[in-house]
């Protein structure tokens, strides 16, 4: 069972760490993905971090603002959120890619998704 938490209500240019936590798994098996979803819009890809944390990938959207990082000791996976922006107000889901490969940027890519976070960003 996956978990993401962490959200809240912050303004724009202010920062914010999200943690996802798995029980029952060991994370270091797996990527990881973190997906947002806002109000009346689909669900998007935010970025992934692969098994061994050496490799990341983020959407353009968030590219050099949002940093993706892992402890595969803690178990736990992080979302660095810097200079947020009103469009950053979203849900945020973690979600765990059973592929032995990198993972991917598609949500039909992930298997198990945690129950999402708020994140609300106010100008």
């Known amino acids: 069972q996956l978990q993401a938490f962490g959200g809240g209500l912050v303004k724009v240019g202010d920062s914010l760490r999200l943690s996802c936590t798995a029980s029952?798994?060991?994370?270091?098996?797996?990527?990881v993905g973190w997906f947002r979803q806002a109000p009346g819009k689909e669900r998007e890809f935010v970025t992934a971090i692969s098994r061994s944390g050496g490799t990341t990938f983020y959407a353009d959207s968030v590219k050099g603002r949002f940093t993706i990082s892992r402890n595969n000791a803690k178990n736990m996976v992080y979302l660095q959120m810097n200079s947020v922006k009103p469009e950053d107000t979203a849900v945020y889901y973690c979600a765990v890619d059973l592929n032995v490969g990198l993972p991917g940027t598609r949500d039909s890519e992930y298997d198990y998704w945690g129950q999402g976070t708020q994140v609300t960003v106010s100008s």
């Open positions: 029952g798994r060991t994370f270091s098996n797996y990527g």
